[in-house]
C-alpha cells in the first residue's frame, strides 16, 4: 500500500519505545517523569510445531525496575490471537496491539496476562485440539533494560520454546525484535473503535481510532475502501462513528495504513459475533453454500480447519471494494477469488456459519471482486471523441467520492451497456445526455474513475 499523505496529529509524533536493548533515555530533571506513546507488538520469533495456536490475550503488563506495573494492552473481553501465524520461515511477524502512554523509564520485563484454555492444530493437522496453559501469566524478563525510543517494542511468543505433553502447554517468552520496517512483515489486523480528529479530504482521510485497549492513528489514501456495513451506498467518515479499520501498522508513519473502513450502520452492522477468513471450496450456488479453508477466525474456534457457510435471503454480499452484489454474481465469482470474509454466527455442533455477510478478498490480486468502486447519477461534460464525461454523483459504493461531479473516463477495453444487455460505444454515448441515471464501475486513477463498466439506466 502506497501511503502518500503524513500524519499531522501531535500524539503520533511522540516519541515510541526503543525496542530490544535499550537505548534513548529520558531527559533528566526534578520535574514529573516525561511519556511516551509505546507502540506494542506481539510476534513468535519463529515457527512453532503448529498451523494453529490460539490464545486468548487478557493483559499485558510492563514491569518497572522497582517491580511497579503499568498496563499496555487491556482488551475488552480479551482478544483471541492466532500466535502460530507470528512467524514464518523468513522470522517474525509483527501484529499490532496497542499505542499505550506510558511514562519514560525504564522497563525491565513484561507479563502476559492469557486464558488458560488454549487451542491447536499440530502442524499438518485439520482437527483442533484442546490444551491448558500450565503458566497463564506469561513472565518475561529482558536482558537489559528498555526506555522510551522511535521503534516500539515487541514481545516475542517464543514458539519453539513451548512444550505440549498433549494435555497442557507450558509457553515460553522473551523480549523480541525491533519491529520492521518492511511492511510486508507486519500483520494485517481488524480493529474496532470510534473515529475522533478526522481530518484531510477523500481519500486522504487521517484520523484517531479510539479503542478500549488505547487510540492510534489511522490514515488512508486512493486505495483504501470505505463502505457501509450494511451494504448501503453513501459510506461517510464523521467523528463519533463506529467503524472497522482493516490494516498494518507502518513505522514510516507510526501509524496504522488503512486497506478498508467498514462503517457500521444498520442489519449486518458489526455486531455479529463471529467472523472468519480462508479459501472458498465445495461452492453449491443452488444450496447457497460453501466450505471455507480456515486462516483466520474471530470469536470462535472451530473443530477442524474446514467450516461450511451457509447463506439465506437476508445475507449481504460483496465485492472485494465494498460494492454490493447479488448472490448470484458473489457465487459466479466465488470459485476464481483466493480469499472470502464472512460474519454471522456458529453452530459448533454443525461446524456451520449461518452468514449474514460473505466478503471478495482478492488481496490485489484482481479476479471478480476487484478494487473496483461504483458510482449512480446523471451525466454532463459530455466529450464523444475523448470517451469522457461527469456524473453528478447520487450514490457511490466502496470510497468517498474525492470531488462531486465526478469525472469519468472510458477505454477500448470498458464495457458498455442499457437496459437490455451489451451495447456498442457509440450507442452508449448517443444516448448518454437523456439517460435518466448511469453507473459506473471502474478504479480511481488521480482523481479520475476509469470505467470497467457503464450502463445506462432509464
Known amino acids: 500500500m502506497n501511503v502518500r499523505c503524513t500524519l499531522p496529529l501531535a500524539a503520533l509524533a511522540a516519541l515510541t519505545l526503543a525496542g530490544c536493548g535499550g537505548g534513548g533515555g529520558a531527559s533528566s530533571g526534578s520535574g514529573p517523569t516525561p511519556e511516551a506513546n509505546l507502540p506494542l507488538f506481539l510476534t513468535a520469533g519463529s515457527p512453532g510445531a503448529y498451523d494453529h495456536l490460539w490464545l486468548g490475550i487478557e493483559r499485558i503488563e510492563l514491569v518497572s525496575a522497582d517491580g511497579?506495573?503499568?498496563?499496555?494492552?487491556?482488551?475488552?473481553?480479551?482478544?483471541?490471537?492466532?500466535?502460530?501465524?507470528?512467524?514464518?520461515?523468513?522470522?517474525?511477524?509483527?501484529?499490532?496491539?496497542?499505542n499505550a502512554r506510558v511514562q519514560a523509564k525504564d522497563y525491565t520485563g513484561a507479563l502476559i496476562h492469557m486464558n488458560a484454555a488454549a487451542t491447536v492444530v499440530p502442524t499438518g493437522g485439520n482437527a483442533s485440539q484442546a490444551r491448558t496453559l500450565?503458566?497463564?501469566a506469561l513472565s518475561i524478563t529482558f536482558g537489559s533494560a528498555v526506555r522510551p525510543g522511535p521503534q516500539g517494542m515487541s514481545l516475542d511468543l517464543a514458539l519453539a520454546r513451548w512444550t505440549d505433553d498433549g494435555a497442557r502447554l507450558h509457553p515460553s517468552g522473551q523480549l523480541g525484535p525491533r519491529p520492521s520496517g518492511d511492511p510486508n512483515r507486519h500483520e494485517f489486523e481488524?480493529?474496532?473503535?470510534?473515529?475522533?480528529?478526522?481530518?484531510?479530504?477523500?481519500?486522504?482521510?487521517?484520523?484517531?481510532?479510539?479503542?478500549?485497549?488505547?487510540?492510534?492513528?489511522?490514515?488512508?489514501?486512493?486505495?483504501?475502501?470505505?463502505?457501509?456495513?450494511?451494504?448501503?451506498?453513501?459510506?461517510?467518515?464523521?467523528?463519533?462513528?463506529r467503524v472497522e479499520v482493516r490494516g498494518a501498522f507502518s513505522t514510516a508513519l507510526n501509524a496504522l495504513a488503512a486497506t478498508e473502513v467498514k462503517v457500521h450502520n444498520g442489519p449486518s452492522s458489526g455486531d455479529d459475533p463471529h467472523?472468519?477468513?480462508?479459501?472458498?471450496?465445495?461452492?453449491?450456488?443452488?444450496?447457497?453454500?460453501?466450505?471455507?479453508?480456515?486462516?483466520?477466525?474471530?470469536?470462535?474456534?472451530?473443530?477442524?480447519?474446514?467450516?461450511r457457510v451457509q447463506t439465506s435471503a437476508s445475507t449481504v454480499f460483496m465485492t472485494?471494494?465494498?460494492?454490493?452484489?447479488?448472490?448470484?454474481?458473489?457465487?459466479?465469482?466465488?470459485?476464481?477469488?483466493?480469499?472470502?470474509?464472512?460474519?454471522?454466527?456458529?453452530?459448533?455442533?454443525?461446524?456451520?456459519?449461518?452468514?449474514?455477510?460473505?466478503?471478495?478478498?482478492?488481496?490485489?490480486?484482481?479476479?471478480?471482486?476487484?478494487?473496483?468502486?461504483?458510482i449512480k447519477g446523471t451525466a454532463l461534460n459530455i466529450a464523444v471523441s475523448e470517451g469522457t464525461f461527469s456524473i453528478n454523483v447520487a450514490e457511490y459504493e466502496g470510497f468517498i467520492p474525492p470531488t462531486n461531479p465526478m469525472p469519468v473516463r472510458t477505454t477500448a477495453a470498458t464495457r458498455f451497456r442499457d437496459k437490455d444487455g451489451?451495447?456498442?460505444?457509440?450507442?452508449?454515448?448517443?444516448?448518454?445526455?437523456?439517460?435518466?441515471?448511469?453507473?459506473?464501475?471502474?478504479?480511481?486513477?488521480?482523481g479520475v474513475l476509469v470505467a470497467k463498466q457503464a450502463k445506462l439506466e432509464r
Open 275 to 307: 467472523g472468519l477468513k480462508g479459501a472458498p471450496s465445495a461452492i453449491d450456488p443452488s444450496a447457497g453454500a460453501f466450505t471455507v479453508e480456515l486462516r483466520t477466525c474471530a470469536g470462535f474456534v472451530p473443530p477442524i480447519t474446514s467450516v
Open 68 to 98: 511497579s506495573t503499568t498496563t499496555v494492552f487491556a482488551p475488552a473481553g480479551g482478544e483471541q490471537v492466532d500466535a502460530a501465524t507470528l512467524a514464518d520461515a523468513s522470522g517474525a511477524r509483527f501484529r499490532y496491539l496497542s
Open 134 to 136: 500450565a503458566e497463564p
Open 190 to 241: 481488524d480493529y474496532h473503535g470510534t473515529i475522533s480528529g478526522l481530518t484531510g479530504e477523500s481519500p486522504n482521510f487521517r484520523f484517531t481510532l479510539s479503542r478500549p485497549s488505547g487510540a492510534f492513528g489511522v490514515v488512508c489514501d486512493a486505495s483504501t475502501r470505505i463502505y457501509n456495513s450494511n451494504g448501503q451506498p453513501n459510506a461517510t467518515l464523521t467523528n463519533g462513528a
Open 320 to 374: 472485494d471494494g465494498g460494492v454490493r452484489i447479488t448472490a448470484e454474481e458473489f457465487f459466479a465469482g466465488l470459485g476464481s477469488v483466493p480469499l472470502v470474509e464472512v460474519e454471522g454466527r456458529f453452530d459448533a455442533a454443525t461446524n456451520t456459519l449461518a452468514a449474514t455477510k460473505c466478503k471478495f478478498e482478492d488481496e490485489g490480486h484482481g479476479g471478480p471482486g476487484g478494487r473496483f468502486v461504483e
Open 422 to 446: 451489451n451495447i456498442s460505444r457509440e450507442a452508449f454515448f448517443a444516448g448518454l445526455a437523456s439517460a435518466t441515471r448511469v453507473k459506473v464501475e471502474g478504479s480511481l486513477d488521480n
